[in-house]
């Protein structure tokens, strides 16, 4: 089953410490920090609309210096802001287990109620998060649902549906995080042939889905479950092997 049991409730509202700043997360494979302009896009327009800031000039040089010689690493950026001086920037690099891209195992899914997302920006301040990761309990991932049963996104990744061979995702509303391999999946699925959607979606489309799929900065795109749909199950196929292909795996 996608989701395992009945939704659990979680009350606290998403209230994060906003000025600890915001983050990017990239995958680096043979000396290369992939789609590093849509991530300092996002990060430049979070920056932006939160802090009145702009990111350094040169940052996406101090990137590619960053990644030369790592055959396989995750690399993170950290922008926080210091009042009237410009933002504080970290860069951090590290190995990457191979089959942490792309894995192979079938993730679950528990659901929980939130009283609204979390909203549109990558903050450093992962509380809300953490404290539902918390209440979902270990080896599975807690997918964050609207009061009115409408799909959100994990805490870690977007989700896609697919049913007879459609892909959707919930729209970018300022509610989820729009995030960069969602649209390479969704620019992939049409330049594939694949019908992509992005619409709101509910529990119960979830539940009656053929295959459904995570997509996030490291783990690329992880299925969650398939159910016996040939023409989803073909989709999906197709939607991992370009990813993979896009990263040279």
């Known amino acids: 089953m996608a989701v395992t049991g009945s939704p659990l409730d979680f009350a606290t509202a998403c209230a994060p410490a906003v000025d600890r700043g915001v983050f990017e997360t990239l995958l680096v494979r043979d000396g290369r920090p992939l789609l590093a302009g849509r991530h300092l896009a ?13 990111l350094p000039q040169g940052l996406g040089a101090a990137l590619a210096d960053a990644a030369a010689g790592h055959a396989l690493a995750r690399l993170r950026i950290e922008v926080a802001p210091r009042g009237a001086s410009p933002p504080a920037l970290a860069i951090k690099i590290a190995p990457l287990d191979r089959a942490l891209v792309l894995p192979a195992a079938e993730a679950a899914l528990v659901a929980v109620r939130v009283s609204g997302g979390a909203g549109a920006h990558k903050l450093i301040d992962r509380s809300w998060f953490e404290q539902i990761e918390g209440l979902a309990g270990a080896g599975v991932r807690p997918l964050l649902l609207s009061r009115a049963d409408e799909l959100l996104e994990t805490t870690r990744a977007n989700v896609f ?8 995702t919930p729209p970018l509303d300022g509610s989820i995080l729009p995030g960069v391999v969602r649209a390479v999946v969704l620019e992939h699925a049409r330049r594939l042939g694949i019908e992509a959607r992005e619409l709101p979606l509910t529990l119960t489309q979830l539940r009656e889905a053929d295959v459904v799929l995570l997509s996030g900065s490291l783990a690329l795109l992880e299925r969650v479950r398939m159910h016996g749909g040939r023409r989803s199950t073909a989709a999906a196929d197709r939607l991992g092997g370009e990813l993979a292909a896009t990263v040279c795996l």
């Open 42 to 54: 996002r990060l430049h327009a979070s920056v932006g609309t939160l802090y009145g800031a702009a």
């Open 161 to 168: 549906l697919l049913r007879d061979g459609v892909l959707a």
